[in-house]
């Protein structure tokens, strides 16, 4: 009597011998789908290197000399590299990304301070009308930034807040303020409310309960919600152009436009400065990608 083991090994050489005996046309289903998850693997190796190439390329182009920025064909590594560009941004966009920074925090600041409330009254408290407000917020997030610009423009001339850092910080918080709020709302609403009663039955207020139990369980989403937000702000030059244009503090991405000039643009010293300014973005990302995961899936399950 033969074992399992013994049937199996003698029906796998079997397949072995058949496989030789057609000239390796039969293939097993493991190599097929071994080939189509190279080829697949490869497929994403490619877009990945194509996405990437700008990324690159901006490098490139910041540690070419002047002189070289014509050459056809163009160089595609930087076999003779000048630092003249970072020196150039170094010199003189640091007050600019010293700007973006705090534009950057207090349009975080402000974004949570409107939002987690707002987000804890929609998902817990449910006033009236949160169902008409949730389509205004879904609403408000399809309007255009140059149609928000124009609006803030007019606004701004008459209460005095042109060209000043407060009034970009307020522009920059109505792009995230709605999408913090829905998030907030997604979040909250699947924290179980056996965890509210439990805070009520022990004294606490609507405000002590959001204060020690709803904000520490929102964590990934708060995260997520201050590293768009920061990102929004950080990156934003639709606002600045039209709301900061002729102020002495000017964010990073007036500051690169700056470089453009009508007769010669310093295409080095613009990708060494879009370089620069792209560091604290990357570090964030990389910092936050787990807690960005959490948070933007959070409320899609509801347990």
């Known amino acids: 009597m033969k074992t399992a083991r013994e049937r199996r090994r003698l029906e796998e050489e079997r397949r072995e011998r058949s496989d030789q005996s057609d000239g390796g046309r039969r293939r097993h289903p493991g190599d097929r789908a071994a080939e189509r998850s190279k080829a697949m693997s490869m497929l994403g190796v490619v877009l990945v290197a194509v996405m990437l190439f700008p990324v690159y390329w901006m ?3 910041s540690l070419t000399k002047t002189g070289d920025m014509r050459a056809d064909p163009p160089h595609w ?3 003779n590299p000048t630092f003249e560009g970072y020196t150039a941004a170094l010199g003189q966009q640091l007050p600019a990304l010293a700007t973006s920074l705090f534009i950057g925090l207090g349009t975080v600041a402000l974004t949570l301070v409107v939002a987690l409330p707002a987000g804890y009254s929609l998902a817990k408290l449910r006033p009236r009308g949160a169902r008409g407000l949730d389509f205004v917020l879904l ?3 399809m309007i255009p930034a140059v149609v928000m610009a124009m609006g803030f423009y ?7 807040m042109l060209n000043t850092v407060g009034g970009l910080i307020v522009a920059d918080s109505t792009l995230a303020v709605p999408f913090a709020v829905l998030l907030f709302r997604a979040f909250m609403a699947s924290i179980p409310r056996e965890l509210m009663a439990a805070a009520q039955i022990d004294g606490a207020s609507t405000w002590r309960t959001f204060q020690s139990i709803i904000l520490p369980l929102s964590r990934n989403s708060v995260i997520t919600v201050s590293l768009f937000s920061f990102l ?3 990156s934003d030059f639709i606002f600045a152009s039209t709301l900061n244009r002729n102020s002495d503090t000017i964010p990073i991405t007036l500051g690169i436009y700056r470089y453009i000039g009508n007769n ?4 080095n010293s613009i990708m060494a400065t879009a ?5 604290p973005a990357a570090f964030l990302l990389v910092l936050a990608q787990r ?9 899609a399950v509801k347990d």
């Open 291 to 299: 807690y960005i995961a959490a948070g933007v899936t959070a409320g």
């Open 275 to 279: 370089v620069i300014a792209s560091i």
């Open 264 to 267: 010669t643009t310093q295409w």
């Open 139 to 141: 609403v408000a997030q």
């Open 59 to 61: 490098f490139n182009v």
């Open 154 to 160: 007019t606004i701004y001339i008459k209460l005095g």
């Open 232 to 234: 929004w702000a950080w």
């Open 77 to 79: 590594f930087p076999w």
